[in-house]
């Protein structure tokens, strides 16, 4: 059973003017969705964000010619609003729509704030060994 992250999601849409959110694989599975977004709407999105990820890594080079930049962040403009996609730790990435007015810079922090926070979830403590020999 896979663990509930819909948490994840929630806090990114409470910024105005999100719309919905997806949490992806690198290989493009669907890991969770927000709750408005349809089942196979998402799934065909996660495909498209694991994609978008990817040629955005490769182009990495051309910002600074070297091929030390890395990839943290891609936003897509379109008429009615934003894609905003970010890593959302090893082999994930987390990707929001939203209205053409959203304050972007919010967006982007809110998101960073859970991955981070998402970062911290998956995170288990070491295990203590314990000695019998007491």
């Known amino acids: 059973m896979s663990p509930d992250l819909s948490w994840v999601l929630n806090d990114v849409l409470q910024v105005p003017g999100a719309r919905h959110a997806i949490l992806v694989s690198a290989d ?27 040629l ?6 051309f910002v600074d010619g070297d091929g030390t930049s ?3 962040q891609t936003l897509l403009e379109y008429d009615l609003g934003w894609i ?8 994930a990435y987390l990707a929001a729509s939203t209205a053409p007015d959203v304050d972007m810079e919010a967006m982007s922090f809110r998101m960073q704030q859970q991955v981070g926070a998402l970062g911290r ?3 288990a403590p070491a295990r203590q060994s314990s000695s019998s020999n007491s």
């Open 121 to 123: 979830a998956m995170t």
């Open 28 to 54: 493009g599975l669907l890991l969770e969705r927000s709750s408005k977004l349809g089942r196979d709407d998402a799934e065909t999105n996660a495909a498209a964000m694991s994609s978008m990820q990817s």
């Open 70 to 72: 890395t990839w943290r």
């Open 56 to 61: 955005s890594r490769a182009v990495a080079p």
């Open 84 to 91: 905003f996609l970010i890593a959302a730790g090893s082999g």
